[in-house]
């Protein structure tokens, strides 16, 4: 046998009628290995004569063996397209030569790429260039007795489960067709593609593999089309969609996210106790507003860990720290966010370690972290320092115009003069907390209730400018001594009253937010204190934040270097009119003393 296979075609000689008598008296065997059952029909027809004279057998690889197997899109359905392509050669050999022995077989070798590859595959709409109908009818009408020279094959994912009844989307597809192309096309075969996917598992290792079986799918060859369908003027209404609430149709899709997506189960797992909250005991908790509140936390230690966590409790989304410290090896123990691995190589950034923590502990977080120094009041900035230290003001300044609720969590307590200044500036609800070795302190200023007067800031309270606390201290006078309990129950009454102001800012309530409370675990008590702004304040007064307003980072520098109007005096203490308020009290206190000393009986 002598067969060539050419572009131009095949030419296939089997000789004389000796020849082939001897073919089948010698007991010949024929191969033909395919990696790609892609024979024209030249091809085939060639196949099918050899197959009269001997037992012929076909070697094709099995469609996991193709490239494409298991890929996206249209492209997945290659193998598949191949398997019906060589199930359907072995339908014609087996009907057109029952006597032979030809037989089609798969086998799982690796399949190799082919450029000359005749299987191709469009989508639908491409039909009519895909298949060239122009060039069909040219032969029609060239030999009304030629048989048509193209078999028109349509494939399409089917869903049903029903074995040989084919889904609802065949009926659309068949109409669009019969409407389209009812008068060029008289019959077509459909492909119903069903997908078999079943899962092995490897009883050697953790891991499992899937199988792919094609055998579920169904053809329906020679469907006759509807020409009487190609004269409505009008495209028919497909079955299976429905109207949106715009009036437009689409499928009926259902979301099985919440039900299978691991963060959508968290998402209503982490706010169940809120809304149980909701239904049964406070019908009127703003919970979509406090959600959608952003946190600002200067300090990422004991108190901005814990502040965090019970934010994220109550369903806060936005929290941003500011903190130039690293994990140490003595904060895991204390500082919930930080673990060991923390403490290595130097020690994490604790800002970006915070807000790394908090994704991993629900994914929806949009926590971020800002490794900044927060510049002071009487520490010095040199020169060098002067452009670092203004890139910092500025992106603090930023971050406190963006946020809603600045918690002040900073060791020192000048380290709370600049988020004081600025949040007072921007009106921003401020809550301060501070721990004593066995005491706390937790206030609430900045933005006001309805009606209610200016409170006083954490620095009201005092008649000295803030400076620089550390300069004489040593090491362990700088770090915070404090017994570990107070940090959990200041970071809660932090966020307590945060929430409460959120909540009574747009549901007023009758019961009284506290100003100050101070803790003392010595005595097992806590004061509910109230004071008013300190119309003196180096901190939120008028005098301070007009001056900065005029100024701006130049004032600053002022009062981080400290530059004094009066040499006895802080410059702070100048500008918010503390100097003269002592030099009043100092007047007075010698009129006082002059009295004593004149007349006794006084």
């Known amino acids: 046998i002598n067969a060539e296979y ?30 790609y059952f892609n024979l024209t029909k030249e091809y085939i027809s ?27 899109g249209v492209s997945k359905w290659i193998p598949t397209f191949y398997l019906q392509t060589e199930l359907s050669f072995f339908t014609t050999a087996t009907s057109s030569a029952p006597s032979s022995s030809s037989s089609s077989s798969s086998s799982s070798s690796s399949s190799s790429s082919s450029s000359s590859s005749s299987l191709e595959v469009a989508p639908l709409w491409e039909w009519k260039s895909f298949w060239n109908l122009e060039h069909e009818e040219e032969v029609k009408k060239s030999d009304q007795t030629q048989n048509p020279t193209t078999e028109y094959i349509v494939g399409f994912g089917d869903p049903s489960e029903v074995q040989q009844h084919a889904g609802w989307p065949l009926r659309n597809i068949l109409y669009a067709l019969s409407y389209s192309f009812g008068k060029k096309i008289e019959k077509i075969t459909i492909v119903a593609f069903r997908e078999k996917i079943s899962k092995k598992n490897n009883n050697s290792s953790s891991s499992s593999s899937f199988s792919f079986d094609a055998s ?58 809120l809304r149980l909250m909701r239904w049964r005991l406070w019908d009127n908790l703003q919970l979509e507003i406090i959600s959608s509140t952003k946190c600002l936390l200067f300090g990422a230690g004991t108190l901005g860990c814990n502040v965090a966590r019970n934010l994220m409790s109550w369903g806060v ?18 500082q919930s966010l930080f673990d060991f691995e923390d403490c290595l190589n130097g020690g994490a950034e604790k800002a970006l370690t915070a807000a790394n923590k908090l994704k991993k502990i629900f994914p929806e977080m949009r926590s971020q972290g800002f490794n900044i120094s927060i510049p002071m009041p009487s520490h010095t900035v040199t020169p060098q320092e002067e452009e670092k230290v203004f890139r910092d003001v500025e992106q603090i300044r930023k971050l406190i115009e963006e946020h809603d609720v600045i918690f002040l969590l900073t060791d020192t307590r000048e380290s709370r003069w600049l988020p004081t200044l600025l949040a007072t500036k921007y009106n921003k609800i401020v809550v301060n907390a501070a721990l004593g070795f066995d005491n706390f302190l937790v206030m609430r200023y ?38 570990p309990g107070l940090s959990f129950l200041a970071s809660s009454y932090a966020v307590e009253v945060a929430i409460s102001l959120i909540q009574n800012k747009h549901v007023p309530s009758d019961s009284e937010i506290p100003h100050q409370m101070r803790g003392f675990l010595k005595t097992y008590q806590t004061l509910l204190l109230h004071s008013k702004a300190f119309p003196q304040c180096p901190a939120c007064c008028d005098a301070v934040i007009q001056e900065y307003e005029k100024d701006g980072f130049a004032f600053l520098m002022k009062v981080f270097n400290d530059q004094r109007i009066d040499k006895d005096f802080p410059y702070l203490e100048s500008v918010s009119g503390l100097v003269e308020l002592k030099r009043e009290a100092e007047g007075d206190a010698g009129i006082i003393q002059f009295g004593d000393e004149e007349d006794e009986d006084l």
């Open 446 to 483: 900045g933005q006001q209730q309805k009606n209610e007067e200016k409170l006083g800031c954490y620095f009201c309270n005092d008649v000295v400018a803030p400076t620089n606390s550390t300069l004489e201290r040593t090491l362990d006078q700088q770090c915070t001594v404090t017994r």
């Open 46 to 72: 060639a196949v099918l004569r050899a197959s009269s004279l001997a037992p012929f057998t076909l070697l094709t690889a099995s469609p996991p063996a193709n490239g494409f197997f298991e890929s996206k």
């Open 6 to 35: 050419g572009s131009s075609g095949i030419n296939a000689e089997y000789g004389s009628k000796d020849s082939r008598e001897w073919i089948r008296s010698m007991k010949v065997s024929m191969y033909l290995a395919s990696p």
């Open 216 to 273: 579920p799918s169904l053809v329906f060859p020679n469907i006759p089309l509807q020409p009487a369908i190609s004269e409505l003027k009008e495209m028919g209404k497909a079955t299976g969609w429905e109207k949106d609430q715009n009036g437009k149709m689409h499928p009926r899709l259902v979301n099985l996210a919440s039900t299978m997506d691991p963060i959508s189960l968290a998402r209503s797992a982490v706010d169940l106790n």
């Open 317 to 334: 989304k936005d929290i941003s720290f500011i903190d130039n410290g690293k994990v140490s090896f003595s904060n895991p123990v204390r």
